[in-house]
């Protein structure tokens, strides 16, 4: 059986309140009384119940956190940045996945606060903040991650994605692409504001844009590599083929990019792709992944101690936005290269009869 602090008490002779204050740190015990209660938790191994602990202080020493997607790399590496930060400071994460289903999402939000997590962090599927304003109506502090709602006031950490699409769509420009299409997400700002620079990029270049090369999936990231193939198969039957391709996030683009070389094309040569995320492994993909790096760590980092920052505040803490810088990562995907992988062999060409005179290097 588990030892409590009662236990602790009549062993000493000691009330209830004297051991707690001990174990609180107190400055009103003596340190002889302080020396002796902490000597006979140790020799017990006294593990305080953390229900009681959160009785008595008003928390529970638990962070929610809801994401669309753990499988996606990009998520489980910002929620392993948050527990990072969480756990110096004594508290646990309580994570939980949407599956970018929103009515999964409002019941999991429900269940986040029937635990009485002290922050809750929602990387939110919803296509309106309703849900997330009964959060704010029932003062559990909250923090948005990686999506936004535009006219919301809340804390988020995230990064301008308007500039995540010009920097990919003006990087597959200055390759000299012209026909570039874009698969995107549906709903949610990451993917709203990346179609939105993508768009912009274009004009600014006054390249012609044409709807027929922009696809968006229900799903942006759970089964984002299989949406991003299909949406991909269907890009290649536009005539005139795109000759570049922008996606709304890595896994699309390793979807999109399985349908080129399924299709006997090369990348980057007939069809250059870029991604967004940079995650994980993108460097060792059948084709190295071009990417905008979006650093998961920082989110993670800064969603955790504006989360510490919120906890146990009596009063709202004025709400903040950070937002981190994202990054050009050019791989193979947009680099032509000597060698590239097909899917297929190209025919060889015959043998010209002019022999070719040999370069001479200086």
Request: aromatic share 4%; charged share 25%.
């Amino acid at each position: 059986m588990a030892v409590r602090m009662k236990d602790i008490a009549e062993d000493l002779g000691l009330s209830v309140v004297t051991v707690s204050k001990v174990f609180n740190n107190h400055l009103d015990i003596g340190a002889a009384t302080r020396e002796r209660v902490l000597r006979r938790m140790k020799e017990l191994n006294y593990q305080p119940s953390l229900h009681a602990q959160g009785l008595a202080s008003g928390r529970t020493m638990m962070v929610g956190l809801i994401v669309p997607d753990l499988v996606h790399a990009f998520f489980s590496e910002v929620a392993q940045s948050i527990s990072d930060v969480l756990r110096k400071k004594g508290y646990g994460l309580v994570i939980a996945s949407s599956d970018e289903d929103p009515e999964l999402e409002r019941s999991e939000i429900e269940q986040m606060i029937r635990r009485r997590v002290d922050v809750l962090i929602i990387a939110s599927c919803q296509s309106d903040p309703a849900s997330l304003k009964k959060v704010v109506e029932q003062k559990v502090p909250l923090v948005l991650i990686d999506r936004s709602f535009k006219g919301f006031e809340a804390n988020f950490v995230g990064t301008d994605d308007v500039h995540v699409g010009e920097m990919a769509t003006e990087h597959l420009i200055g390759l000299g692409r012209r026909i570039i299409g874009h698969i995107g997400g549906q709903t949610v700002s990451t993917s709203n504001d990346r179609l939105a620079g993508y768009k912009k990029a274009l004009a600014h270049h006054k390249i012609a844009l044409s709807e027929k090369y922009i696809v968006r999936r229900t799903l942006g990231d759970q089964a984002a590599d299989t949406t991003g193939r299909e949406a991909m198969e269907r890009l290649l039957l536009v005539s005139p083929r795109p000759d570049a391709g922008f996606c709304y996030n890595d896994p699309a683009a390793i979807g999109a990019m399985n349908a080129i070389l399924a299709a006997g094309l090369r990348i980057p040569e007939d069809i250059a792709i870029i991604g967004a995320g940079n995650i994980r492994y993108a460097e060792s993909f059948r084709v190295a992944l071009s990417s905008v790096d979006i650093p998961r760590k920082a989110l993670g980092e800064y969603a955790g101690e504006i989360a510490l920052q919120m906890t146990g505040k009596k009063k709202p803490v004025k709400t903040r936005k950070i937002l981190v810088s994202p990054k050009l990562v050019i791989r193979e995907s947009s680099q032509v290269s000597k060698v590239s992988l097909t899917a297929a062999p190209r025919p060889k060409k015959r043998p010209s009869k002019a022999v070719a005179r040999p370069k001479t290097e200086w």
